[in-house]
């Protein structure tokens, strides 16, 4: 019902990586090693060792019905070692019965060996190898396919693919688990497509940390962002949100974090915000959160709100509808118009600006909050006012 093609690579050489990454030339093959090593600058990726997916072929009358999903499960349950054959060793009968056709196999190649040696003598020369074999029915042959719980599992860092990116494909590679690492930001010429590659670390039988998978999707998330207002710019909104929401590492654990070398930022603080967001930045978006300004004022803040939102800056708590998200995405960081927007979502110009006036003002909260708690924290209070209050009352006797 579902064939996978599967490519195998990796293992490179850590010397050889940096000699071709250094002369800015890399060697044919291997395509998810050499891309991820050139992209990030690590030449320890390329050392190890993964399978990419060629294509996933499914039968015209059973597609859209999972088999597809269910083979690359399977067989990322292969590679990472968590297959176990639950069939028996066979009984009595079924050996006698393989002992008697193998007897019978051995008769028939004597025979056919008699032939062959008749047909060597005549001829006066001795034929080797596939020359000399002949073609006639067996009884038994290896069989063609066998079941994956018979197979012995290469030990593999990772499991990947690469397509262009549309946002079937897209949905499919991400419900198989995979994590995107690459995007290419010119569209493929026969195609009109960008072209990305998406990953899923095989921990268990490598016995690698896969800690690495967290910092790269860490980053790659950063440089989208970035990005978005450029060559991702003609990405459809609902790609784009799709996108960002499989680079979420926000549920991963400390110790994971830890591991990766990311850092947990968490909420921003007020120091920080200063350097982004002044007071009177704050106060135009108040302004607007009250309905009393239009959403023009305040679009030059909107690519900054929206790297922090869209990197959980804001904390864990603050969230936002899938309609308010899209707005912030598409003005904040793609620079499209609200008409643009309204098209796309299929949303009247009233409506969507509503939407997005509440977004404003539950970001206006969430960074006024945040000033103010700096604020608080700088007043004297609690055993800091204590200790000042014991100075001041040994000043008194002075």
């Known amino acids: 019902l579902a064939v996978v093609q599967v490519a195998l690579e990796g293992k490179i050489s850590r010397r050889a990586v940096e000699a071709q990454l250094a002369r800015g030339h890399r060697s044919a093959g291997d395509l998810i090693p050499w891309t991820i090593s050139q992209q990030f600058g690590d030449a320890k990726f390329a050392q190890l060792s993964g399978a990419r997916i060629v294509r996933v072929a499914v039968h015209p009358s059973v597609q859209g019905m999972g088999y597809g999903s269910r083979a690359i499960e399977l067989l990322y349950r292969f590679y990472n070692g968590d297959m176990m054959s639950l069939g028996n060793g066979g009984d009595e009968d079924s050996d006698d019965d ?3 056709a193998s007897d019978d196999d051995n008769s028939d190649d004597d025979s056919d060996g008699d032939d062959d040696s008749n047909s060597n003598n005549k001829n006066g020369k001795k034929k080797n190898g596939i020359q000399a074999e002949k073609v ?7 069989p063609l396919l066998l079941p994956l719980s018979d197979v012995d599992a290469p030990k593999l860092d990772w499991i990947g693919t690469s397509f262009g990116l549309t946002p079937q494909l897209q949905k499919f590679w991400n419900r198989a688990g995979m994590k ?4 290419r930001q010119t569209k493929n010429e026969l195609t009109g497509e960008h072209s990305a590659i998406m990953l899923r670390a095989l921990p268990k039988q490598s016995g690698v940390d896969d800690a690495w998978l967290s910092a790269y999707v860490s980053d790659t998330k950063r440089r989208f962002l970035a990005l978005l207002g450029g060559p991702f710019r003609d990405l459809s909104i609902r790609l784009a949100i ?5 680079m979420a590492v926000s549920g991963d654990s400390d110790s994971d974090k830890k591991r990766s070398g990311i850092h947990k930022k968490g909420e921003i603080t007020a120091d920080e915000l200063t350097q982004m967001i002044t ?4 106060k135009r978006l108040e302004l607007y959160g009250r309905n009393l300004c239009d959403h023009h004022l305040v679009t030059d803040l909107l690519p900054c709100i929206a790297r922090l939102f869209f990197m959980s800056r804001f904390g864990d708590s603050f969230n936002l509808s899938s309609v308010q998200s899209a707005l912030l995405c ?4 793609q620079n499209r118009s609200i008409d643009s927007m309204t098209k796309e979502l299929g949303l009247p110009t009233n409506q969507a600006l509503a939407l997005f006036n509440k977004a404003m003002r539950k970001v206006s909260i969430a960074l006024n909050t945040i000033v103010e708690e700096e604020e608080k924290k700088a007043l004297l209070g ?16 002075v």
Do not use: F, S
């Not at 006639?136 to 290896?142: F, V």
């Not at 007071?279 to 704050?282: Q, R």
């Not at 609690?382 to 006797?397: Q, Y």
């Open 279 to 282: 007071h009177h930045d704050l």
């Open 242 to 246: 799709a996108t960002l929401d499989n």
């Open 180 to 183: 995107m690492l690459y995007t």
């Open 330 to 333: 598409g003005i904040g960081l």
């Open 98 to 100: 393989d002992d008697e």
């Open 382 to 397: 609690g055993v800091k006012r204590a200790e000042v209050e014991a100075k001041v009352d040994k000043m008194r006797d």
């Open 136 to 142: 006639a029915p067996r009884k038994q042959l290896p």
